[in-house]
C-alpha cells in the first residue's frame, strides 16, 4: 500500500505573521505559568496540543498536562501517549472514567447505542470525558486548551482567554492558538520536528475516540469526521460548550 504523505508536508504553510503569532502565544503561557496557579494544560494529543505542550516543554514553564484516556481511544494514541510519558519534561497526568460507570453504559444501553441517538452519545462522553475532566481541573484556577477559531463555526468567537464554568464550577480557560492557522500548526510541528499523532497523516484531523472518529475527505468541514452520524451544527462532546 502506497504511503501516506506527512501531514507536515501537506499543511506546513504558515501565516505572514507567524512570527508574531508565535511570540504572543509564548508570551501568553509566560504570563499564566507566572500568574495563573494552579493551571493545567488539557490534551487529547492531537496536534494543537503537542504544539502547546512542546512550547510548555521549552519554555520550562511548571505547566502539568492532563489526558483524559477514555478507554475508548485508537491505539495510535496511546502510543503517543506513552511517548509522550517518556519525554516530556512537564508531568503528564493521565484521568480513566470511572470504570464501574462504563461497564454499566455497555450493558446498558450498549456500546453501540452511541450511534442511535444524540443522547446515548452524550451520554457516554459524560462518563468517558466530562466525568474525569471535573476530576482533573479540581482546585485549578485555570486550564488551558488547543482551541482555534478555525476549527468550526461552534469555535469562531472563541477568545484566548475566557470565564470559563466546567462541570458547574467557574474557571478560567486559555486558548492560546486561537489565531493559529491549521498551517501555522504543522509549520510549528515541522519545524520544530514535533512528535504527533500518525493518524494526522491518514487524513484525521481531528482526533478523538476511535468510534467517533473518522477520516475526512477533501473539501469536507474540518471536524466533519467527528460523530459524523449527527447533526454538523452539534460537533462537541460538551468539553467545550459555553454555559
Given at each position: 500500500?502506497?504511503?501516506?504523505?506527512?501531514a507536515?508536508?501537506?499543511?506546513?504553510?504558515?501565516s505572514?505573521?507567524?512570527?508574531?503569532?508565535?511570540?504572543?502565544?509564548?508570551?501568553?503561557?509566560?504570563?499564566?505559568?507566572?500568574?495563573?496557579?494552579?493551571?493545567?494544560?488539557?490534551?487529547?494529543?492531537g496536534?494543537?496540543?503537542?504544539?502547546?505542550?512542546?512550547?510548555?516543554?521549552?519554555?520550562?514553564?511548571?505547566?502539568?498536562?492532563?489526558?483524559?484516556e477514555?478507554?475508548?481511544?485508537?491505539s495510535?494514541?496511546?502510543?503517543?501517549?506513552?511517548?509522550?510519558?517518556?519525554?516530556?519534561?512537564?508531568?503528564?497526568?493521565?484521568?480513566?472514567?470511572?470504570?464501574?460507570?462504563?461497564?454499566?453504559f455497555?450493558?446498558?444501553?450498549?456500546?453501540?447505542?452511541?450511534?442511535?441517538?444524540?443522547?446515548?452519545?452524550?451520554?457516554c462522553?459524560?462518563?468517558?470525558?466530562?466525568e474525569?475532566?471535573?476530576r482533573?481541573?479540581?482546585?485549578?484556577?485555570?486550564?488551558i486548551?488547543?482551541?482555534?477559531?478555525?476549527?468550526s463555526?461552534?469555535?469562531?468567537?472563541?477568545?484566548?482567554?475566557e470565564?470559563?464554568?466546567?462541570?458547574?464550577?467557574?474557571?478560567?480557560k486559555?486558548?492560546?492558538?486561537?489565531?493559529?492557522?491549521w498551517?501555522?500548526?504543522?509549520?510549528?510541528?515541522?519545524?520544530?520536528?514535533?512528535?504527533?499523532?500518525?493518524l494526522?497523516?491518514?487524513?484525521?484531523?481531528?482526533?478523538?475516540c476511535?468510534?467517533?472518529?473518522r477520516?475526512?475527505?477533501?473539501?469536507?468541514?474540518?471536524?466533519?469526521g467527528?460523530?459524523?452520524?449527527e447533526?454538523?451544527?452539534?460537533?462537541?462532546?460538551?468539553?467545550?460548550?459555553?454555559?
Amino acid at each position: 500500500m502506497k504511503p501516506h504523505t506527512p501531514a507536515t508536508q501537506l499543511h506546513a504553510k504558515p501565516s505572514s505573521n507567524f512570527a508574531e503569532k508565535l511570540a504572543t502565544t509564548q508570551a501568553q503561557l509566560k504570563t499564566a505559568a507566572a500568574e495563573l496557579h494552579p493551571l493545567k494544560q488539557a490534551s487529547s494529543l492531537g496536534a494543537e496540543d503537542v504544539v502547546i505542550t512542546h512550547l510548555i516543554n521549552s519554555l520550562n514553564l511548571t505547566i502539568p498536562v492532563f489526558v483524559l484516556e477514555t478507554g475508548a481511544l485508537h491505539s495510535e494514541t496511546l502510543a503517543l501517549l506513552e511517548r509522550l510519558q517518556a519525554h516530556s519534561l512537564a508531568p503528564i497526568e493521565v484521568y480513566k472514567p470511572q470504570h464501574e460507570a462504563v461497564i454499566a453504559f455497555v450493558k446498558h444501553p450498549g456500546q453501540q447505542a452511541i450511534f442511535e441517538s444524540m443522547a446515548n452519545r452524550k451520554a457516554c462522553c459524560a462518563i468517558r470525558k466530562l466525568e474525569p475532566l471535573g476530576r482533573a481541573l479540581q482546585g485549578q484556577k485555570a486550564w488551558i486548551t488547543g482551541l482555534r477559531r478555525e476549527q468550526s463555526q461552534a469555535r469562531a468567537e472563541v477568545s484566548a482567554q475566557e470565564a470559563d464554568v466546567t462541570n458547574g464550577v467557574s474557571i478560567i480557560k486559555l486558548n492560546p492558538l486561537v489565531d493559529w492557522t491549521w498551517g501555522d500548526v504543522w509549520h510549528y510541528i515541522a519545524i520544530n520536528h514535533v512528535d504527533y499523532n500518525p493518524l494526522h497523516n491518514q487524513f484525521f484531523p481531528s482526533i478523538g475516540c476511535a468510534p467517533c472518529t473518522r477520516a475526512i475527505s477533501l473539501g469536507e468541514d474540518f471536524r466533519a469526521g467527528r460523530w459524523w452520524w449527527e447533526d454538523e451544527t452539534a460537533k462537541e462532546c460538551g468539553l467545550h460548550v459555553k454555559a
